[in-house]
């Protein structure tokens, strides 16, 4: 009798242990150490449903953008690659971020924007209704999307900037 209810005993704490071991953050599994990185770790991990000017300049701040200004409309205008992008933060009370870069003069034709958008993912290209050409990135915030989310999305329309612009050479 004893073999059984030690056998019924470890088997539960087993099973324990695996369920406490999965249900737990990623973060806490690490054994990261105490401080301000776990600090700064949590907070990348909070969710928003929206975001000010003010505080979409301290993240592209943080995320190493710090060439920047918010214009009177509360949206931001970054340096990226050398180059002025504007990041609409006012539009839409604040809960969809949309990075936009525009050139003119370019050698770009709609086929050539095409082939951008049939093969790079997470941003777009066209042409506006003066010739412009234009690369855009959205990220919509509703629903809630992580802090870390919104400086990758800064980070990844800045790596497309940088694809697009050899497009452009």
């Not at 995320?63 to 690659?81: H, N, P, T």
């Not at 990135?137 to 790596?159: C, P, W, Y």
Request: glycine fraction near 8%.
């Amino acid at each position: 009798m004893q073999t059984k209810q030690l056998k019924r005993l470890s088997r539960f704490l087993l099973g324990s242990l695996m369920f406490l071991t999965l249900a737990m953050p990623a973060g806490a599994q690490s054994g990261g150490s105490s401080g301000s990185s776990d600090s700064s770790s949590l907070e990348s991990q909070r969710i928003i449903q929206s975001m000010t000017a003010k505080e979409a300049a301290a993240l592209l701040k943080e995320a190493g953008f710090s060439e920047l200004e918010i214009d009177k409309d509360d949206d931001i205008i970054v340096k990226m690659q050398g180059f002025k992008v504007l990041l609409m933060v006012g539009t839409n009370k604040n809960k969809w971020l949309l990075f936009k870069f525009a050139v003119s003069g370019t050698a770009l034709d709609v086929k050539a924007l095409n082939e951008w958008n049939k093969k790079v993912r997470y941003s777009r290209a066209y042409l506006d209704d003066d010739g412009d050409v234009i690369l855009e990135s959205d990220q919509d915030l509703n629903g809630g999307v992580t802090i870390q989310r919104v400086s990758e999305f800064a980070k990844s329309f800045d790596i497309s900037l940088r694809e697009f612009l050899k497009r452009l050479e």
